[in-house]
């Protein structure tokens, strides 16, 4: 099956910072749109960023300016580089992958990343 690894998540001052990682790897598959989410204690997941397979993009109107997603298709992995981070950054960043194996198309998500931005 499909294994997704995230890396990148840290703990950084206000002002500063982090890039994120997700990789996927197993079953050969096409790897459709990719996607950030992130989840703060007590609050319900949101999409933070997202890109389509021809490279389109979006972001939540929070992190327009700010962070910006990416994505390399050869290494099968999707980035966001997160910059002018605030202490509302701080969450559990989760990527999603749209994938499909054969006819087969799910969601598959990461284990999540911890991002804390002090102030």
């Known amino acids: 099956q499909v294994q997704l690894v995230e890396s990148g998540g840290g703990l950084v001052q206000a002002g500063g910072s982090l890039r994120l990682s997700c990789a996927a790897s197993g079953t050969i598959f096409t790897i459709n749109a990719m996607a950030w989410y992130r989840q703060a204690p007590g609050k319900q997941r949101e999409l933070v960023a997202a890109?389509?397979?021809?490279?389109?993009?979006n972001y939540a109107d929070s992190v327009k300016g700010r962070f910006t997603i990416s994505r390399d298709n050869a290494k099968n992995t999707v980035y966001l580089q997160m910059n002018s981070l605030k202490p509302e950054d701080t969450a559990v960043y989760y990527c999603k992958l749209d994938i499909t194996i054969l006819v087969n198309n799910d969601d598959y998500w990461g284990q999540g990343t911890q991002v804390t931005v002090s102030s």
């Open positions: 890109i389509t397979s021809g490279g389109s993009t």
